[in-house]
């Protein structure tokens, strides 16, 4: 070989075992994905996904995925900002427990938000008894599940930025004459904001696709909680492939358009802050 | 604090609005689990842990576990020195590749794999004619767990490598060692504590994996049932204190990642203080 | 024929032209400043020369035969990265001896040959440390020992005195200057630093924008700059525009430009004895910046700001005084010419520089 790539040798061995693995786990799925998506009629295609009940999963999904995403925006950079500016008892425990979610499997979760929303469970009952709210059951219950799923994407994308913030920029602020509100809104705020906004995709994005926390709580009623992933879920138990592969098309272009705004959004405040991308 | 006076009573509605929220949302359901799986009495949770087919789950599951963790880390060094040790096209579509698994939803995952592997792929004819089973079978379920783990390891040895930078592999180098030397001498410190963070991380969501080994499982009792995917069948049959029972093993497994999680956290950040 | 040679190097960084038709002879023995400013390609040429980088097109040879498809390691190079590249997860000792292990030395000659750079380092007792446990100095010593420990023919340094305190600097660059001559191993250094380039090297490359502008030894470079960029960048030069109008001096071409240092330039109180009085300007004294060990005084002249030295013995200048200002020379730059012009009413036997 005339021209080697780097004076540091191994590139062929690290890029032979990342191609092999790469391809075996995802590229040939992917394609077969591609493959058998192109084997469909697009007439078929375009009546699978514009079937009532699919159409009302998809908003089953993306609009309790949204509520929930919103939810922790709130929440996230409420943890976070006590994580990072705050001392208190139990700041360490809070660091740790926030990112159960991720180590809890889906179901466990699942099995029991479910049993404690219900109209007997330890908290379903006073949302019933009190304001004759159902949880479980309704969307209410899927929103539910899908905040336990979402809480640590927002903290984790905020802090370590909410982190990296001196000081010294509120101090400024400060002796300019701003008032903790204007600091905030003005100084910290945009600072955070990308931070905030992956964060939400992020959590926006696993919501949508989220199966196992949520078939347990959501009760499953056509046109009321049934999800996108369970109407996937129930062609492929009747081999019905060509249903599967349609609505999962329609859900893979919407993770990838949120996913795309995320990545512009990111791209344009990277160029605003440092000048060029 | 000079300057900045702290608003004590935010303080306190924060801490206070952080704790309830916490509280109800991921403390609740663990006490639950716990007491629910208790309800009747030790010998009834010794029973429900120590049925044949709940033990047959766990091991199944630890199976699937070890495969995703011995690929993905093998997958994730290579993957991260490649990307971060070496300028070459494609790069970026690489990256996208690699991170792609966590973005699909796990219902999609199990889809694709049916698709590849299942009675209509144009190799299950191959497959067949050579005994091998892949969908609705064990190693369905270990590809389904690769995939959803896929880029955890590479994901925690990136930044740490990209903050590395290459001179002290260039150094080496050029002083003559081989890709293994410098791997295991030079790199390999500086990333020990990242990759086993990664595969702490790995190991608590391939154990916890459900929806993708849902619809590659063939939801056979002993066969190719994880522990996930038992719960839902005890829970289904109406069988809560063994479905809680189960799953309060997943719940020590989790309660122990965490704890690996903060220990290892602290190690990596000494041990980056000490080489600041 | 050089030890190092580059036979028309070009080297691109996707669409960065990063070194353009390189041609650079170094003789054995020599120690040798690459010197630019950041962005000019010179840490590329050094990066060549190592191995580290490959050029898209050219020669590197080194002692006479061609290297471009011998791999770093290959080349008998010693290499001081910038930040040192010190293997942080590394004592000092095995630091050192890393080079040696590889090459599959036995222990025992390591511990010799280790013992002995560490006294040459003026480091002995440090072999148990890690990188972080070290100053700034002793990190740029290690990495030096480590990079001579496998006795290479050429030591190149990136930046060797970039990263440390302006203090320590001083004294290292004395250090690395006497230990290079007494180990007399030719030797290649980067750095933007003329003063840096002019106290250590013995030849001076000065590149800019991918190019070789000129090679030579610094007083060469101080007298004869061969390129405007050179004249410019080499001194404390001011630009002048318009210095037709200073006493004695002619225009030399339509757009021509001079650059002026500050020891070009004289600064009399009234009533010293001035030699050339009458070819001197009145000018009045802007400001006075006190430097230690001499005092810089600016002056206006025809609307050009310029800058002279004068020592602290002298009678002492104040701020808004009228002053006598002798110009002896300045380069004039026309296109690609540099020319020295020399105040008309010195002679020749005057200049001494």
Redesign the interface.
């Known amino acids: 070989m005339?021209?080697?790539?780097?004076?540091?040798?191994?590139?062929g061995?690290?890029?032979g075992?990342?191609i092999t693995?790469?391809s075996i786990?995802?590229?040939?799925?992917?394609c077969?994905?591609v493959v058998?998506s192109a084997k469909l009629s697009f007439s078929e295609f375009v009546y699978t996904v514009t079937r009532p009940r699919v159409l009302s999963g998809y908003f089953v999904s993306i609009s309790t995925a949204f509520i929930a995403s919103i939810v922790n925006v709130i929440?996230g950079l409420?943890?976070a900002?006590?994580l990072v500016r705050?001392d208190?008892k139990?700041k360490?425990f809070?660091?740790?427990?926030?990112?159960?979610?991720?180590?809890?499997?889906?179901?466990?979760?699942g099995?029991?938000?479910t049993?404690?929303t219900t109209t007997n469970g330890?908290?379903g009952q006073i949302f019933y008894n009190l304001f004759g709210i159902q949880i479980a059951y309704t969307r209410i219950g899927i929103t539910?599940a899908l905040?336990?799923i979402g809480?640590p994407f927002v903290v984790r994308s905020v802090q370590p930025v909410l982190e990296k913030i001196d000081?010294q920029y509120?101090?400024a602020a400060?002796?300019l004459g701003a008032d903790?509100k204007t600091t905030f809104r003005k100084v910290i705020f945009p600072e955070i904001l990308p931070a905030i906004i992956s964060g939400f995709t992020l959590a926006f994005?696993?919501s949508?696709?989220?199966?196992?926390s949520v078939v347990?709580i959501a009760g499953n009623t056509p046109y009321e909680t049934e999800i996108a992933?369970?109407l996937?879920?129930s062609e492929?138990q009747e081999y019905d492939?060509s249903a599967?592969?349609s609505i999962?098309l329609v859900?893979?272009g919407i993770?990838v358009v949120i996913?795309s705004v995320n990545a512009i959004v990111q791209a344009r405040v990277s160029k605003r802050v440092n000048g060029l991308a | 604090m000079g300057l900045r006076k702290e608003n004590k009573v935010l303080k306190i509605i924060l801490i206070s609005i952080s704790f309830i929220f916490l509280g109800i949302f991921l403390i609740l359901p663990l006490i639950y689990i716990i007491v629910t799986a208790l309800r009747d009495g030790i010998s009834g949770y010794v029973n429900a842990v120590s049925d044949e087919y709940a033990i047959k789950a766990a091991i199944l599951t630890i199976q699937a576990t070890v495969w995703a963790v011995i690929i993905n880390t093998i997958f994730g060094i290579s993957a991260a020195w490649l990307i971060t040790k070496y300028a070459f096209k494609g790069k970026k579509i690489l990256s996208t590749f690699i991170d792609l698994p966590v973005t699909v939803s796990p219902i999609i995952a199990g889809l694709i794999y049916v698709l590849t592997f299942g009675r209509q792929s144009s190799i299950y004819p191959f497959l067949d004619s050579h005994g091998i089973q892949i969908i609705f079978a064990v190693p369905g379920i270990v590809l389904a767990t690769i995939f959803v783990t896929f880029p955890f390891i590479s994901r925690e040895l990136i930044p740490v490598l990209t903050a590395q930078g290459t001179d002290e592999e260039e150094a080496a180098a050029i002083m003559g060692a081989g890709t293994f030397t410098i791997f295991k001498k030079v790199t390999f410190p500086h990333i020990k504590w990242a990759l086993l963070y990664g595969i702490v991380l790995c190991t608590a969501r391939a154990m916890g994996e459900f929806g993708a080994v849902s619809v590659l499982s063939g939801h056979l009792r002993g066969k190719t049932n994880t522990l996930p995917l038992y719960i839902e069948l005890l829970y289904q049959g109406y069988d809560f204190t063994g479905a809680f029972a189960a799953s309060s093993i997943l719940v020590v497994l989790a309660i122990v990642v965490l704890i690996l999680r903060l220990v290892i956290e602290k190690r990596g950040q000494k041990d980056l203080d000490l080489n600041k | 024929m050089g030890y190092v040679e580059l036979h028309d190097i070009n080297k691109h960084f996707k669409k960065f032209h990063a070194s353009k038709d390189i041609n650079i002879s170094i003789e054995k023995g020599k120690l040798v400043a690459l010197l630019g400013p950041s962005g000019s390609g010179k840490t590329t040429i050094l990066r060549m020369i190592a191995g580290l980088e490959q050029p898209d097109s050219g020669e590197i040879l080194i002692d006479g035969k061609v290297v471009n498809n011998t791999p770093g390691s290959e080349r008998g190079i010693g290499f001081v990265f910038q930040n040192y590249a010190l293997f942080r997860y590394m004592t000092v000792y095995d630091n050192i001896a890393f080079g040696l292990r590889v090459k599959k030395i036995p222990e025992e000659e390591i511990r010799d040959r280790v013992r002995e750079l560490l006294e040459l380092i003026n480091c002995e007792g440090l072999e148990k440390r890690f990188p972080s446990q070290l100053s700034g100095g002793q990190r740029q010593r290690v990495a030096f020992a480590r990079a001579l420990a496998p006795n290479p023919q050429i030591l190149l340094l990136d930046e060797p005195f970039a990263a440390i305190d302006a203090k320590v600097r001083l004294e290292l660059r004395t250090w690395l200057r006497e230990m290079i001559t007494k180990l007399n191993i030719t030797s290649i250094f980067v750095t933007h630093d003329q003063d840096e380039a002019i106290e250590v090297a013995d030849e001076i490359i000065v590149t800019n924008l991918g190019k070789v502008e000129q090679s030579g030894t610094p007083q060469e470079l101080y007298k004869n700059p061969a390129t405007p960029f050179v004249a410019q960048f080499i001194g404390h030069s001011v630009e002048v525009r318009n210095y037709e109008k200073f006493k004695h001096f002619n225009k030399q071409g339509e757009n021509s430009i001079a650059y002026l240092r500050p020891e070009f330039v004289s600064i009399f109180k009234k009533g010293e004895s001035v030699q050339f009085a009458n070819s001197a300007e009145e000018a009045i004294v802007e400001d006075t910046i006190f430097r230690g060990s001499n005092i810089e005084i600016r002056v206006r002249i025809h609307g050009n700001l310029i800058s002279a030295i004068r020592s602290i013995n002298e009678p002492e200048i104040r701020v808004g005084e009228l002053v006598d200002v002798f110009i002896y020379r300045l380069y004039v730059v026309d296109g690609e010419n540099v020319v020295l012009a020399t105040n008309d009413s010195i002679t020749d036997e005057d200049v001494v520089i």
């Open positions: 005339n021209r080697r790539r780097s004076i540091i040798p191994g590139f061995i690290s890029m075992i990342t693995i790469l786990v995802v590229l040939i799925p992917l077969s994905l058998f929440m409420i943890l900002w006590i705050y208190f139990g360490r809070i660091d740790g427990i926030i990112e159960l979610p991720f180590a809890l499997p889906t179901a466990v979760a099995i029991s938000l049993h404690l330890w908290v539910v905040i336990f809480i000081i509120e101090e400060f002796i903790a994005a696993r949508i696709g989220e199966y196992g347990f992933p369970l996937i879920m492929l492939y599967a592969t999962a859900m893979l993770s996913l």
